[in-house]
């Protein structure tokens, strides 16, 4: 089982990009769906996270900014970002947590600079 994440690339400050994450149907909804970011040198951290219920929360740095959604049809995981700073610049990770297990995605790679 693999989560394939897409979207990330170079935005200037301010810009906006949308992350993607598709996931097999069978775990797609099945526990808490988030988003994680690694900037360089530092620890992995929650950005969004969509419970099962459909409740989403967000971290502080990106309350506002951020939303997270998910398409239960297409079985993906969006993050839509705007107003972005450079301070979000990182490795984003997507991942699945249900009552077994949590997958994690291959990161892709944000860079917000000017």
């Known amino acids: 089982v693999q989560l394939q994440a897409s979207g990330g690339g170079s935005v200037q400050p301010g810009g906006s990009l949308r992350l993607s994450c598709a996931a097999p149907?069978?775990?797609?909804?099945?526990?808490?769906m988030g988003w994680y970011r690694q900037p360089p040198g530092k620890p992995r951290v929650l950005v969004a996270l969509?419970?099962?219920?459909?409740?989403?929360d967000y971290g502080d740095p990106v309350k506002g900014r951020f939303t997270i959604s998910e398409d239960n049809v297409r079985n993906t995981l969006y993050l839509q970002m705007n107003s972005l700073k450079p301070e979000d610049t990182a490795v984003y990770y997507c991942?699945?947590?249900?009552?077994?297990?949590?997958?994690w995605g291959r990161g892709t790679l944000v860079t917000v600079s000017s």
């Open positions: 969509i419970t099962s219920d459909g409740i989403p």
């Open positions: 991942s699945i947590r249900n009552a077994f297990r949590t997958w």
């Open positions: 149907g069978s775990i797609f909804g099945s526990g808490v």
